[in-house]
């Protein structure tokens, strides 16, 4: 249980952090809290040359109100996103899934930006990231881009990040009126991780139907996805119980399910179906003006 | 674990054929293939480095070559070590000609052991597709350039 021999470097500022990414490349990792690498270094199933603690980049720990928008800092522990009354009132869906992160341990010292960057197929955030439509700047010392969360995470572990871009922040709007935003999870017991986790989000219009649903699902395949099929199943339908359940066994339509000791494919189907009734039921509770 | 599935490649199923016996060519297309060497007929030995994402590793082994029917099926033996872990396992390839094009259609069982299996169950299958991905994509190229 003791890592590799690696030499572990603590920038001060952005500009060196960038620096010292491009100067040890592949042979480098970030570590942003460090509870998925750690474990990962101390198996000896990642033996990186170079340890680059962004720890010391305090400026990159803020939770931010940016107008129509709010931004959260990469090195922003969940702890901090959980209890952020900012959060709270205008993005509760984010709260509600950092809540579910871990332990305790972990989401002091975990981070959005190091969560995001690991991308476990099982980890919390991607699916409320997706459901909020996030968008995730990243910078480079070539200069900064934006991500749209929808084509964030690429495959298992592998997100669009290039190799010596590090996040910068996550924007998501603030919640509208007539919305409403659940995440719904099924853990692992031994180690807290999503075997399905789904995060709903429904925008009602004056009537009271769907305008439009978003729905990210994490756990169920090699990355977080966007439930498209059941999207599209609810947008400008009257919000029937029927039609919930309808939709929700879409909600790993075309998706190629994971299976390992935990939990078989065909069971990750089923919960898949059974999470997302549950998280559009609360969320349209929550959209009709139920306790948030 | 078992790993199945089908992939379509622009070849006749002759230059497929030759390419996976070609252990110079092949090895272009292992990912992170770093040496792989005929140890005897029909046994070949490799070294690969395997990288996805944070997870990275050595592995040394073998394959073997139980059966084949030219040019259509050939059931393999891998076996493969390294720190994190150790896997064995049997499977199949076969090849059928689609007009002007080869599918391949592949599948068989590991059995994964270690830290590896232990620790890393949940990553193993969709580990095992990304490198499946590779090497087809891999195939594709090697392919493309020998037409």
Redesign the interface.
Known sequence: MIPTEFEYLRPRSMEEALGLLAQHG?EA?LLAGGH??L??MK?????PKYLIDLGGLEQLSYVRDDGPEIAIGAMTPHAEVESSELIRRCCPLLAEAAAEIGDVQVRNRGTMGGSLA??D??ADYPAAILALEAKIKVRSREGERTIEAASFFL????TALQPREIILEVRVARDRERSGAAYVKLH?PA?G?AIVGTAARLMLDPKGNCETARIGVTGVG?KAYRAEAVEKALAGKRLTAALLAKASAMAAEGV?P?????ASAAYRLAMAEVITKRALEKALDRARGGRR | MKLEGMETVPAAPAAVWSLLNNPEQLARCLPGCEELVAAGKDIYKAKLSVTIAAVSGKYAGSVEIRERVEPSRMRLRIEGRGAPGFITGEGTLELVAKGNETEIRYGGEAQVGGVIAAVGQRMLQGAAKIMVGQFFDAMKKQLAKGA
């Open positions: 592949p990792k998925s690498l474990p990962l198996l000896r199933l990642a033996a690991h991308a197929p099982g495959d298992l572990l592998t692992q180690s991780f090699a190629e994971l299976s390992d000791l935990h």
